[in-house]
């Protein structure tokens, strides 16, 4: 099947064209005639599987003819978060090359109303925006819906997990009945299936799992630490330090404050490191997102909400500096690497009984064990914690480059602290489609089925057992 078969107009072909796209991924191919027919659509699909497209591309072709009144938009994305919102707005302008008289606006948060009042003024066909501002722009008389002809969706179960839920529906009500609704979610817990059900008419549904050729192997560790703050931000170094293959990391924490936290005591060690939660404001966060894509900065330390679905093609390894409080989280987590066919190593730092409990939970949740380090070492059950470096008097973060510093090249050393002995090797992972609890045993997958991996020790490309 190629793009030619969907119906999309002459000028999306050619941008699609212009992208280097050969062949739609299923989400396009199944959703794409169905949203041109003006059909509602229920899309069960997560980033990864090209869902972005899905709905640009139609979205496109129907804005060609018509045009936008003042206030009053044609179309409207809803997106939980800033980034989505950036990055659809991107993908517009990426598709869009050759439609130049569409206006796209973006109304997210953090930053001035004025400017996005001004471009509302001037009449819009696709606004993509996150809830809360939204409604804000509403409340204020500055945008009127009753114009909107397609809603877009995205991301639902992120909007329940962020408390958006009551504010989708508000929005619901606010466009007219008589709209077509693509809706998006990963997954479908019963508040979602309520929203579709009350929201969506006669839905076509389309459901995909994420393409094999997208998913790598990601290997899996374990990390003991001591649960004091500083004792796991030094294991965390450590790890960085001995890690084989390290590109680029991001680093999850379970709450804002540890994220600021962690990233301020990475800068004082002298790692080239930036942070994203969701306090800091739009142009940081942009700002930080820019840094890591482009390779200007190794690491990013960040929260859950801040990472959810971003686009990060080719992150090497993923720290779980906490144990993320739901499984699923931690699906999501590691699932930010191993895109695009590269290898990835997934290390999660586990600090005392509550972290032992969470991880029995996640292991249940991914049907299978996930290796402790030291245990595949054969050494003790105890971490190896360097002494501490915690500075007490540590210079103003600004007073640092944000490039790995002098003590870093220092102290790094060249080979990791431990290998394991060659009859174990870390448990590959994990698909999320592979992260629902299975009946049967999955087959052990390779380490090397897909991408690259020439970089990657040996140990990591043996066979494993999973369990049953
Ligand atoms: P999404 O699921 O929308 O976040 O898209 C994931 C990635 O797949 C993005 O980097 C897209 O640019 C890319 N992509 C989308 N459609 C295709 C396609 N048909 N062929 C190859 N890559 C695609």
Redesign the pocket.
């Known amino acids: 099947m190629s793009f030619s078969h969907l119906g999309l107009s002459e000028k999306v072909l050619a941008a699609v064209a212009a992208t280097g796209?050969k062949?739609?991924?299923p989400i396009?191919e199944q959703a794409i005639p169905h949203v041109l027919a003006r059909r509602d659509v229920l899309g069960i699909a997560q980033?990864?599987?090209?869902?972005?497209?899905a709905f640009v591309l139609p979205m496109l072709t129907m804005l060609e003819t018509g045009r936008a009144r003042a206030r009053m938009p044609r179309t409207l994305i809803l997106e939980p978060t800033r980034e989505l919102a950036a990055q659809v707005e991107e993908s517009f302008i990426k598709y869009g090359a050759n439609h130049n008289k569409l206006n796209v606006a973006l109304i997210i948060g953090g930053v001035s109303f004025d400017d996005q009042d001004a471009k509302l003024m001037r009449g819009v066909d696709v606004l993509i925006a996150t809830p809360g501002r939204l409604l804000d722009h509403n409340e204020r008389g500055r945008l009127l819906l009753s114009g909107v002809e397609l809603l877009v969706i995205d991301e639902a179960d992120r909007m329940l997990d962020m408390g958006f839920i009551p504010d989708i529906e508000r929005i619901c009500k606010l466009v007219p009945f008589t709209r077509q609704t693509l809706f998006f979610t990963a997954t479908m817990p019963p508040e979602i299936r309520r929203i579709t059900e009350q929201f969506l008419s006669n839905p076509v549904r389309v459901e995909v799992s994420r393409p094999a050729t997208t998913v790598a192997t990601t290997t899996q560790f374990l990390a003991r630490s001591g649960r004091d703050g500083a004792e796991k931000r030094d294991t965390l170094r450590r790890l960085i330090r001995s890690a084989e293959g390290m590109k680029n990391a991001i680093i999850f924490c379970n709450r804002k404050r540890d994220v600021a936290t962690l990233h301020r005591s990475l800068l004082r060690h002298g790692f080239s490191v930036q942070a994203l939660h969701g306090d800091m404001d739009q142009s940081a966060r942009t700002a930080a997102l820019e840094q890591f894509r482009k390779n200007e900065v190794t690491l990013l330390v960040a929260s859950d909400v801040a990472a959810r679905g971003l686009?990060i093609?080719d992150v090497s390894h993923i720290y779980n500096f906490d144990v993320p409080i739901h499984p699923d989280d931690y699906v999501h987590r590691i699932g930010r690497t191993g895109r695009a066919g590269r290898a990835g190593t997934a290390i999660t730092i586990v600090a005392g009984s509550n972290d032992a409990k969470a991880v029995a939970a996640i292991e249940k949740l991914i049907g299978q064990t996930i290796p402790f380090m030291d245990k595949i070492a054969g050494t003790s059950a105890e971490p190896q914690i360097e002494p501490r470096h915690e500075p007490r008097h540590e210079p103003r973060q600004a007073a640092r480059p944000p490039h790995r510093g002098r003590h870093e090249h220092q102290r790094r050393p060249q080979q990791p602290e431990r290998r394991p002995p060659p009859q174990q090797q870390p448990a590959p992972v994990a698909r999320i489609e592979d992260a629902r609890p299975r009946r049967a045993p999955q087959p052990v997958r390779k380490p090397m089925d897909d991408g690259d991996a020439s970089h990657l020790p040996a140990f990591l490309l043996r066979p494993v057992t999973l369990k049953a």
């Open positions: 796209y062949t739609p991924t396009q980033t990864g599987t090209g869902k972005t497209a686009d093609p």
